[in-house]
């Protein structure tokens, strides 16, 4: 039965992506709600017959009353016994069955799909959007936003039938029943829910923006203490441990005011809410009173406006705590809409077809980013890379060596210019095709939380247990994968290597991302300082197995240590933006310009930087 229920709903299944979904709070909780329609509409029904039943059975306890008070006991059960039975079967099997219904879709078929659904989608969603987008917020920030969006998604769906559509219902309801007792005791109702709707507007006028201050300050303080737990390698290096924890304060102390300032608002309603049940209270079961005493109403009349009142002044603090809650729901959702709704900027183009791949000649024309800063990056770079051949990228920090990969890479479209593989631009074809041609290893190669194994893998999942393993000896790495063990006792290419791959070494994540880029055997390869974190023996172990990986695929090297791209086809020097000298190493040292001062000041084979050759502007 609850698998019947669980399964109603397909949090996963397909849906039109679009790169920009609605920015506006309804029409975006609208759109990702369609495959529930079906369920909200029972549940909603379902919400109204149980207050109806609610309502029905208070109604009956009156006629009760009035039954017993009017007969002998005797005379009770011969004219009113087979009603009683029927009441008391449909107490115990149909109420019950409706109630069950009710909470099942709710429960079982609703909250743990819609969340879900939400979860899934934002985090598809956010997964689409550009490096650079990411570059520019903390990721703890952005994951906060999508792991407190759907539970708040779902709370404010569940007061929606749990509590409000529940609650007019049952309004109704008892308005009709003090309407069919008496009409003067629907006024005391009347002007109770007056009241009682003021204090709920100035409730809600109030508590949705303080619950996104609210948020907003929890998802700041979440995105400075990711921040430092992510640095936590640089914060014990440089004994800032009390700077941290002042850092974090003061977004604690933000958070711990905004958060001040709702419960402020809970308070006052509170207090209100009391005062105004009371006056509910004195005001109905008084003039029920008033009017028995008239003998203008029964003793059950009498009763049912008292069960009723009592019903209301249980049920007004809990109708209250479900508004609130359910727009401060609103208010998370907001928030994270904020992260999940942001349009897509770096998309496909229509009608973008799969990168053609034939021989691998790069060609750049007219290449310009300067990151929207008018400074850095790259000015007008043009450039034609032939199939098969192997380049050396060098120039000072800042000089846009980074900023060409990641252009090439797709991960930033540029200003102006363009890029050509094979004749296509790579601004037409997809980007999922593009970067499978294309294999990188970074500086510093951050590793997946999972196991080593799962690291290699993802150069090429479908790749053998002995492809996977002939990779990882190609890049030397075998050896110390055998003899790996994690906390919890797996050992070799089970173990898990930690957060960015932190339980290995500089040189060991580098050789596991080496053998990642191996198993993957792309047609292009890019090499960003591939062996900078790797000690002189395990560097020339390595560049001699990278050279054997470069035959046959056009390769783009850059290095500050010139040792490592003596031997490439051609080197480019980039600086300030633009290409100063291009040519092979013994020619480049012949012309005895950029490219021969860096060799001459190499240090242990790195470029060394005077003081007037500091970069003016980043990469």
């Not at 727009?327 to 928030?335: I, P, Q």
């Not at 032939?386 to 090439?408: D, H, N, W």
């Amino acid at each position: 039965m609850f698998r019947f229920f669980e399964n109603l709903v397909d949090p996963y299944a397909d849906y039109p992506q679009t790169d920009a979904p609605p920015r506006r709070l309804w029409p975006f909780m609208r759109d990702w709600s369609q495959p529930f329609r079906r369920v909200f509409v029972v549940t909603a029904i379902l919400s109204v017959v149980v207050a109806a039943v609610e309502i029905a059975l208070i109604w009956y306890m009156g006629r009760v009353v009035d039954i017993l008070s009017a007969a002998a006991p005797a005379e009770v059960w011969a004219d009113h016994g087979a009603e009683l039975i029927a009441a008391a079967v449909f107490i115990l099997l149909l109420r019950p069955a409706l109630q069950g219904l009710d909470v099942l879709l709710l429960n079982n078929a609703i909250m743990p799909n819609y969340g879900t659904l939400y979860r899934y989608r934002a985090h598809r969603q956010v997964l689409r959007q550009s490096v650079g987008w990411f570059e520019n917020d903390f990721a703890g920030r952005i994951a906060n936003r999508i792991m407190q969006t759907p539970p708040a998604a779902g709370e404010a769906v569940f007061h929606v039938f749990d509590a409000i559509t529940f609650a007019l219902a049952y309004l109704v309801g008892a308005a009709i029943l003090l309407l069919d007792a008496d009409p003067r005791l629907l006024l005391p109702l009347v002007g109770w829910f007056a009241l009682y709707g003021l204090l709920v507007r100035w409730t809600l006028k109030r508590v949705g923006p303080a619950s996104k201050a609210a948020s907003d300050a929890r998802s700041a303080v979440t995105g400075r203490v990711v921040d430092s737990y992510t640095n936590i390698h640089s914060v014990k290096l440089f004994a800032r441990d009390e700077a941290e924890m002042n850092y974090a304060r003061e977004a604690i102390e933000t958070a711990r005011k905004t958060f001040a300032a709702e419960m402020r608002i809970y308070t006052v309603m509170d207090v209100v809410l009391v005062a105004l049940n009371g006056l509910l209270i004195v005001a109905v079961v008084g003039w029920a009173l008033w009017l028995w005493m008239q003998g203008a109403a029964s003793v059950g009349v009498v009763a049912a406006a008292t069960a009723l009142t009592l019903r209301l002044n249980a049920m007004t603090g809990w109708i209250m705590w479900a508004l609130s809650t359910f727009f401060r729901s609103l208010g998370v959702v907001a928030e994270g809409m904020e992260t999940i709704a942001q349009p897509i900027t770096l998309t496909d183009a229509p009608g973008a077809k799969p990168l053609a791949f034939r021989e691998g000649r790069i060609g750049i024309e007219g290449l310009s980013h300067h990151y929207g800063r008018g400074a850095g990056g790259l000015d007008r770079v043009s450039l034609a890379i032939e199939p098969g051949e192997k380049i050396g990228l060098v120039g000072r920090s800042g000089a846009g060596k980074s900023t060409l990969v990641k252009l090439l890479l797709r991960f930033y479209d540029p200003e102006s210019g363009q890029i050509l593989i094979d004749g296509q631009d790579i601004t037409r074809v997809t980007q999922d095709s593009l970067r499978a041609k294309i294999g990188m290893v970074q500086q510093d190669s951050s590793l997946l939380h999972r196991s080593v194994r799962d690291n290699i893998l993802y150069g090429r999942p479908g790749a053998t247990e002995a492809e996977m393993i002939e990779a990882a000896r190609r890049a030397h790495a075998h050896d110390f994968i055998l003899d790996l063990q994690d906390p919890t006792g797996r050992r070799g290419y089970d173990a898990q290597v930690g957060e960015r791959g932190v339980k290995l070494s500089g040189g060991q994540r580098q050789r596991v991302a080496i053998a990642r880029v191996i198993l993957k055997d792309a047609p292009i390869l890019v090499l960003d300082e591939a062996t900078s974190a790797l000690d002189s023996e395990a560097e020339a172990a390595i560049q001699d197995t990278l050279y054997g990986v470069m035959e046959g695929k056009t390769v783009i090297a850059i290095a500050h240590r010139l040792s490592t791209i003596a031997r490439m086809d051609r080197i480019i020097v980039l600086d300030d933006g633009h290409i100063a000298e291009e040519g092979s190493h013994e020619q480049l040292l012949a012309r005895n310009g950029l490219y021969a001062r860096f060799w001459a000041r190499q240090s242990g084979g790195f470029i060394g930087l005077d003081p007037d050759d500091a970069p003016e502007a980043a990469e």
